[in-house]
């Protein structure tokens, strides 16, 4: 009978409230968490099993709570735009969004949120997609990009808002693409030289020994010209007036 009055004079622990099992009063429930009625304390060894499940209980991911004493999951609220909440956070502005991201109110997760393909950001704390600016035309920018990349030497982009390497074209036949971030194929093919598709420098091809060329949009090697009777060529000979024209056959030889 006195077990019986014993357990009759138990109550439930106070919402707001954690009761550990050794002691006789109730303690505030602590920021980041609630506390409905009946909520135990948590096990007295750290790293229990039951260490997730006993105690007061987390306010989730993407929430916040900064206050004492509180008892609903409703007291945990949203996390602030530009920010990130992990759980038991008892602090809105506690980790900013990345670079590369977004973060509208209730983030969870830092990466939750990419800045998508064609578009970057190099400022933490945004808050919308809408932030993300949009790449440049001779620049690709793949998902959650902090910075433009450049189109390589060899490529040009003509379009904003490239996502991929891929969308970087290759250089025009007859014409080579020298720098980053090419937004149109600017050079001409040097004389004595040809320019295939994808060509990086005006001067990445020349035209063989035996042949020549004066023209500035050769695509292949056949546009180099056999050399004049009489004369012969060596690598990149170029017209009668330029200077590296076809050279007059040695005394001797013919050609």
């Not at 956070?89 to 983030?107: K, V």
């Not at 290759?170 to 194929?185: D, F, H, R, W």
Request: glycine letters at 10%; charged letters at 10%; one cysteine or more.
């Amino acid at each position: 009978t006195t077990g019986a009055h014993q357990d009759e004079a138990c109550r439930p622990c106070l919402a707001g409230f954690y009761c550990p099992a050794s002691s006789s009063y109730g303690l505030a429930c602590p920021t980041g968490h609630y506390c409905p009625q009946g909520t135990p304390g948590p096990p007295e060894a750290a790293g229990s099993a039951d260490e997730a499940s006993i105690g007061p209980i987390k306010c989730p991911a993407g929430s916040y709570q900064p206050d004492l004493g509180k008892t609903m999951l409703q007291d945990c609220l949203p996390c602030t735009a530009g920010y990130v909440c992990s759980a038991a956070s008892s602090i809105a502005t506690s980790l900013s969004c990345p670079e590369g991201y977004y973060c509208p109110s209730g983030t969870e997760d830092s990466s939750r949120y990419p800045c998508p393909h064609g578009t970057y950001s190099g400022a933490n704390q945004r808050t919308s997609v809408t932030d993300c600016a949009d790449c440049s035309i001779g620049y690709y920018c793949p998902q959650a990009s902090i910075v433009m990349t450049p189109c390589p030497v060899g490529t040009w982009n003509p379009d904003g808002k490239a996502g991929f390497l891929r969308n970087c074209r290759s250089c025009t036949p007859g014409k080579a693409c020298p720098q980053l971030n090419a937004a149109i194929p600017a050079a001409d093919c040097a004389k004595g030289y040809y320019c295939p598709y994808g060509t990086a420098f005006p001067t990445d091809h020349p035209c063989p020994p035996g042949t020549f060329s004066d023209n500035t949009d050769n695509t292949n090697v056949e546009n180099c010209a056999p050399c004049p009777a009489g004369k012969w060529c060596d690598w990149a000979t170029t017209g009668a007036a330029s200077n590296s024209p076809p050279q007059s056959c040695a005394a001797g030889h013919y050609c």
